[in-house]
């Protein structure tokens, strides 16, 4: 029974010890607590936003002005390996010099 008591009591100093710790990393690490930066695709959100607000658009009008606004300006350019940039190039020559892919006839 003593060695029970013991035990909880060393528990409990140690939860009491470490319990602030443990709150103050969580909250540092909930979302929005801490500015995170902003990525492009945000940064053109917030823009064409602003600029829809700005002219006073609402509704149906302001839905087709964000989706142009937001197509209109290009993101981030989408990182291309080399086998894609290998790829692209061969199509474009084949084309280029006419060539097709053999298809099989029926025998």
Known sequence: MRRTTWVVAVGAALAVLAGPAVFAQAASTSPGTAAKPANSQQE???????????????????????????????????????QQEKMKSCNAEATSKGLRVPTARPS
């Open 44 to 82: 053109k959100m917030k823009t064409c936003n602003a600029e829809a607000t700005a002219k006073g658009m609402h509704g149906a009008g302001r839905k087709s002005y964000m989706s142009t606004c937001l197509s209109d300006q290009p993101a981030a350019p989408a990182k291309t390996n080399s």
